[in-house]
């Protein structure tokens, strides 16, 4: 394939400045890591640019091959259907323009070692300010974002428990913020009854935003009933090098013609257990309504990463990814799936 390529880096978006700042963040990085190419991002929804503006940047300085990347840890709807939707969309528009659309970060150890040290700097801070615990004495809850499509789900689920093995947790569990089950208040009310010093909350997430706060606000609600267990608030990934060499790694992959999302246990191909309907659904983007919105209704706030430190709230409603999308089989979970609340709803 030839190297003449531009790159575009592709986001959910949020309403969450902070979080929009973050991917940006990581777009310069791969600008700098990419010195010889052009560069942009974009994002699905409620932040600007949107993707379109990014492929239009890129075509305008003579671009006419690009590799999209998703900026997403998995690949659940955004990465199947609606990124894929927005870049034939624009493909078809623009038949001199080639796109060529690479693989999220999955599971990959660049990505395990990324959020193995994001843990073990809420431990290595937690234990200079309360003292150590020992690891067989505390346990890991990961959460995940939470989706429809279960393959995503076990992936959350697999980083934990490589996690908790690799770094030698007594116990892990899993939880997530939303759309699927367990959440997070639920995970932890379960995870105290085990008798665990110290649980460690790791929320795999790139970027903050509304729901990140969240799982630090519900793990501080659930805390304030055992003053006895330590609750350890570990960072997201965000900029990790690791991260970084990831994003790198889908480039060459495409490069090399390796860029193929595992499609195995895809809901949308396969008649995975409990969401036979969906097979076959046609790939669609529901996101063209709220292409673009803006983020000025919510703020990130820092948050101590030990139990004990106040902090602040987000000052938005989440999104509920209701429109358009088939309706997933266990929406009367007692354990889920609604979207985190924020405090007091």
Same mark, same amino acid.
């Given at each position: 394939m030839?190297?003449?390529? @531009?790159?575009?880096?592709?986001?959910?978006?949020?309403?969450?400045?902070?979080?929009?700042?973050?991917?940006? &963040?990581?777009?310069?990085?791969?600008?700098? %890591? !990419?010195?010889?190419?052009?560069?942009?991002? @974009? !994002?699905?929804?409620?932040?600007?640019?949107?993707? %379109?503006?990014?492929?239009d940047k890129? &075509?305008?300085?003579?671009?006419?091959?690009?590799?999209a990347?998703?900026?997403?840890l998995?690949?659940?709807g955004?990465?199947?259907?609606?990124?894929p939707?927005?870049?034939?969309?624009?493909?078809a528009?623009?038949?001199?323009?080639?796109?060529?659309?690479? =693989?999220?970060?999955?599971?990959?150890?660049?990505?395990?070692?990324?959020?193995?040290?994001?843990?073990?700097?809420?431990?290595?801070?937690a234990?200079?300010?309360?003292?150590?615990?020992?690891? /067989?004495?505390?346990?890991?809850?990961?959460?995940g974002?939470g989706? +429809?499509?279960?393959?995503? #789900? +076990? #992936?959350?689920?697999?980083?934990s428990?490589?996690?908790?093995?690799?770094?030698? !947790?007594?116990?892990?569990?899993?939880?997530?913020s939303?759309v699927?089950?367990?959440l &997070?208040?639920?995970g932890?009310?379960?995870a &105290?009854?085990?008798?665990? =010093?110290?649980?460690?909350?790791?929320?795999?997430?790139?970027?903050t935003?509304?729901?990140?706060n969240?799982?630090?606000?519900?793990?501080?609600?659930?805390?304030? #009933?055992?003053?006895?267990?330590?609750?350890?608030?570990?960072?997201?990934?965000?900029?990790h090098?690791?991260?970084?060499?990831? !994003?790198?790694?889908?480039?060459?992959?495409?490069l #090399?013609g390796?860029?193929?999302m595992?499609?195995q246990?895809?809901?949308? =191909?396969?008649?995975?257990?409990?969401?036979e309907a969906e097979?076959?659904?046609?790939?669609e983007?529901h /996101?063209?309504?709220?292409e @673009?919105?803006?983020?000025?209704?919510?703020?990130?706030?820092?948050?101590?990463?030990?139990?004990?430190e106040g902090?602040?709230?987000?000052h938005?409603?989440?999104?509920? /990814?209701?429109?358009?999308?088939?309706?997933?089989?266990h929406?009367?979970?007692?354990? @889920?799936? %609604?979207?985190l609340?924020?405090?007091?709803?």
């Open positions: 030839s190297e003449d390529f @531009g790159i575009m880096v592709c986001g959910h978006g949020s309403r969450d400045e902070g979080a929009v700042r973050e991917f940006a &963040v990581v777009a310069e990085a791969l600008r700098e %890591r !990419f010195a010889e190419r052009e560069v942009e991002h @974009g !994002f699905l929804e409620f932040a600007t640019p949107i993707i %379109r503006e990014g492929l890129l &075509v305008a300085r003579g671009v006419t091959r690009i590799f990347l998703p900026g997403m998995f690949a659940a955004h990465a199947k259907n609606d990124i939707s927005v870049l034939n969309t624009y493909a528009q623009n038949p001199n323009v080639e796109i060529i659309y690479g =693989r999220e970060l999955g599971i990959d150890l660049k990505m395990i070692r990324a959020a193995g040290d994001r843990v073990q700097e809420a431990i290595t801070q234990n200079a300010e309360f003292g150590e615990v020992p690891m /067989h004495e505390t346990m890991l809850l990961t959460v974002r989706a +429809s499509d279960p393959d995503a #789900n +076990s #992936n959350v689920a697999k980083v428990r490589m996690l908790w093995e690799g770094m030698g !947790f007594g116990w892990g569990e899993t939880a997530y939303g699927t089950f367990p &997070v208040q639920p932890l009310e379960h &105290v009854k085990l008798g665990y =010093r110290r649980i460690v909350i790791f929320p795999y997430f790139l970027f935003g509304i729901l990140v969240r799982i630090y606000d519900h793990t501080d609600m659930v805390a304030a #009933n055992y003053p006895d267990i330590q609750f350890v608030k570990a960072p997201y990934l965000n900029d090098p690791k991260v970084l060499e990831t !994003f790198a790694d889908r480039v060459d992959e495409i #090399n390796a860029n193929l595992n499609c246990m895809c809901k949308y =191909r396969e008649q995975v257990l409990g969401f097979v076959g659904l046609p790939q983007s /996101h063209h309504h709220v @673009g919105i803006g983020t000025g209704a919510a703020h990130s706030h820092d948050h101590e990463h030990a139990h004990g902090h602040d709230h987000d938005a409603h989440d999104h509920d /990814h209701a429109h358009g999308h088939h309706p997933y089989p929406a009367d979970h007692p354990h @889920g799936p %609604r979207t609340p924020a405090e007091g709803d």
